[in-house]
Nanobody, 115 residues
């Protein structure tokens, strides 16, 4: 199993970024996928999840600003982040299922929101 995140970087407050996670080594279309993040000095936070049927779920801190989606033909899950805030600064991880111990995780991509 391999999960490779991309798309992180520096963005100004109010700006947007789109993260991508390319998956391989398992049946992607049949697997729920999640994004989680770890901000400096804080606990790991689950951000969003998408199930094989396309249903989506969001943490309260990102609801209305972030959108998760998936392209099963490309084995890729995305996280569109809009109206970004400094508190969104974190390392963002893609993971299988609900991003819990025992699930598969990517290496992470750094997102920094700063002027």
């Amino acid at each position: 199993v391999q999960l490779v995140e991309s798309g992180g970087g520096l963005v100004q407050p109010g700006g947007s970024l789109r993260l991508s996670c390319a998956a391989s080594g398992f049946s992607f279309s049949e697997t729920a996928m999640s994004w989680a993040r770890r901000a400096p000095g804080k606990e790991l936070e689950w951000v969003s999840g998408i199930y094989p049927d396309g249903s989506t779920y969001y943490g309260n801190s990102v609801k209305g600003r972030f959108t998760i989606s998936r392209d099963n033909a490309k084995n890729t899950v995305y996280l569109q982040m809009n109206k970004m805030k400094p508190e969104d600064t974190a390392v963002y991880y893609c993971a299988t299922r609900e991003a819990k111990p025992g699930d598969y995780w990517g290496q992470g991509t750094q997102v920094t929101v700063s002027s």
